[in-house]
């Protein structure tokens, strides 16, 4: 049924909001088109202000959040999906558990986690569990479960980490979606990937291979569900992580083929979300076989277009192989300017955290106030075991990340 909100006066004198609007901007997401989007959404939510909460606008400014956090997200834009998270939360209320709260302490935890802001994507995520769990809800218990998972992850908790990730693939059971199952089997490998690359870092492959070989099962898990599932996104996504399981596992060709295949489909699609970490990753297998050449011409198309600006925890990485290619090659000019858009973009990140954290104060403390009083003590007491574990220096040390616990923070 099409949605269809009266709005008396709207500035574009169209005086009504329906399918079709929401329909182009799905549109102009769709073609990558996230600056556009996001001036259309804004439109749209201006033409509801004051209505958001009545109950014939609400799932519609649900929606138009949705894409406007599919647009941000693409952008790197985590401020501003974070300021959209609060003005959803002024909406709900604050003391009733509900799927809406679930649904946006998830996202507020996914946007957290982005800014380097793990402690705060931690409680979030337990509001989440802790609604999911109260509702019976089990893919929001899933995927509150990842949120979780992930933030562990950023204070350097790995066996928590993967403790959790796997807790979310066993709650994404038969009653979820086929998309929701694989995409929970895909997040899993690529979290089992990057433990092992973060061991690696630290001098510990034996504990990079344990973790490899606790992905065996998943690929048979996946396979099953391609059949189900609607789209071809998930699929090449999916595609993606197995391969680079497979580079890690020592399965070079079969990992090889498996990259090309989804890099092919991912240009013609567009989907430059799945094309870039995908350059990045033959980049790796090239240096490593010591193809340079191929490598950095791999690494400099990655940045292409320019106008297109590429996700931090691509740009970082990739910058850091850039430079030190371009180094081995002699090419210093090219290798100092890969060192100072590293800088840059790290400085810049920094900064954002900052003023996030300033501006959505208030909004922690409400986020504090939806725990329930057990809860919240179980919680500031593994806050507090991980802030040890950091000043002992006992942790995972993710490469490209910043120190997550800081002074600094208001």
Aim: proline share 4%.
């Amino acid at each position: 049924m099409a949605v269809n909100v009266d709005v008396p006066g709207a500035p574009d004198g169209r005086g009504a909001l329906d399918e079709g609007s929401l329909t182009q901007a799905e549109a102009l997401v769709a073609a990558e088109a996230f600056d556009a989007a996001l001036q259309h959404t804004r439109a749209m939510l201006e033409r509801l202000r004051g209505r958001e909460a009545e109950p014939a606008v609400a799932e519609l400014a649900r929606r138009i959040y949705q894409l406007r956090g599919d647009c941000l997200t693409r952008l790197d834009r985590f401020p501003e999906l974070l300021a959209d998270c609060a003005a959803r939360m002024d909406l709900l209320s604050v003391d009733q558990a509900s799927a809406q709260r679930a649904e946006l302490m998830i996202k507020m935890s996914f946007a957290h986690a982005n800014l380097a802001m793990p402690e705060q994507a931690l409680r979030s995520a337990h509001v989440a569990l802790q609604d999911a769990l109260n509702l019976g809800q089990r893919l929001l218990s899933a995927q509150a479960l990842e949120r979780l998972a992930m933030a562990y992850l950023s204070m350097g908790d790995g066996v928590a980490a993967e403790r959790f990730m796997f807790e979310a693939l066993e709650h994404s059971d038969a009653s979820s979606p086929p998309q929701e199952r694989l995409r929970r089997v895909s997040n899993t490998v690529h979290l089992l990937c990057t433990l092992h690359d973060a061991y690696l870092d630290m001098g510990l492959p034996y504990l990079g291979e344990s973790v490899l070989a606790r992905a065996q099962g998943l690929p048979a898990k996946a396979e099953a569900l391609l059949p189900t599932v609607p789209g071809r996104y998930l699929a090449c996504m999916w595609q993606a992580n197995q391969a680079r399981w497979l580079r890690r596992s020592g399965q070079l060709e079969p990992a090889r083929r498996c990259f090309e295949a989804c890099l092919s489909q991912a240009q013609t699609e567009g989907w430059h979300a799945v094309s870039r970490p995908v350059q990045l990753e033959l980049a790796l297998m090239a240096e490593q076989e010591g193809d340079l050449n191929t490598a950095l011409g791999l690494l400099r198309a990655l940045f292409e277009p320019e106008s297109l600006r590429v996700r931090d925890v691509v740009a970082l990485p990739a910058y850091r192989v850039l430079e030190r290619i371009c180094r081995i090659l002699g090419h210093g000019a090219e290798a100092e300017q890969a060192a100072e858009r590293r800088r840059a973009r790290q400085a810049a990140r920094h900064q954002a955290v900052l003023e996030a954290a300033a501006h959505n104060h208030h909004h922690g403390q409400l986020i504090l106030s939806t725990l329930a009083a057990a809860e919240r003590q179980r919680v500031d007491a593994e806050i507090q075991r991980l802030r040890s574990q950091h000043a002992a220096g006992a942790v995972l040390r993710m490469p490209d990340q910043e120190d997550w616990f800081r002074l600094d923070l208001p």
